[in-house]
């Protein structure tokens, strides 16, 4: 007879919760070593996409509340990583831009995220690890059907 726990645990919403937490447990320590935290590499990225960018557009692109996100680029930008001036186009918002050190930083946390995510997959051969991009891509592509709070 199969337990409750047991049909939890094979469920594949437990699953992939299960194997991201290990995922972004990796591309953290992994990334600890620049001195950020997986939210940093995240702002510092879609800084560097969108930049110059207003600090409330980043925060919205990335669901960030407001107060977190000044947290988090004070850190960014006493690390030498990202520089706030006053927008031009509304001299009231700040406009965020990646400064060199900043791109030098995001270019290594890439690659060890990379060799962080090589290590979560490691057990799968190629082809695998293939498929697996290939269907957990169809899924979050997937349009979203809307739920019983709608």
Known sequence: ??????????????????????????????????????????????????GPVAQAELG?????DPKDMVGILNHLQQAGLVLRTPDA???????V??????????ARCGALAETANAELLAPLTREERDHLMALLTRIHEAPQKPGPSA
């Open 60 to 64: 919205r692109r990335l669901a960030v």
């Open 1 to 50: 007879m199969t337990s409750a726990l047991q049909r939890i645990q094979s469920m594949p919403t437990w699953l992939l919760g299960r194997v991201a937490s290990r995922g972004r447990s990796l591309v953290a320590d992994a990334i600890a070593v620049e001195g950020l935290k997986l939210m940093h590499h995240a702002v510092l990225a879609a800084t560097a996409k969108y």
């Open 89 to 95: 186009a509304d001299r009231r918002k700040n406009a």
């Open 97 to 106: 831009t990646v400064t060199p050190e900043g791109e030098a930083v995001l």
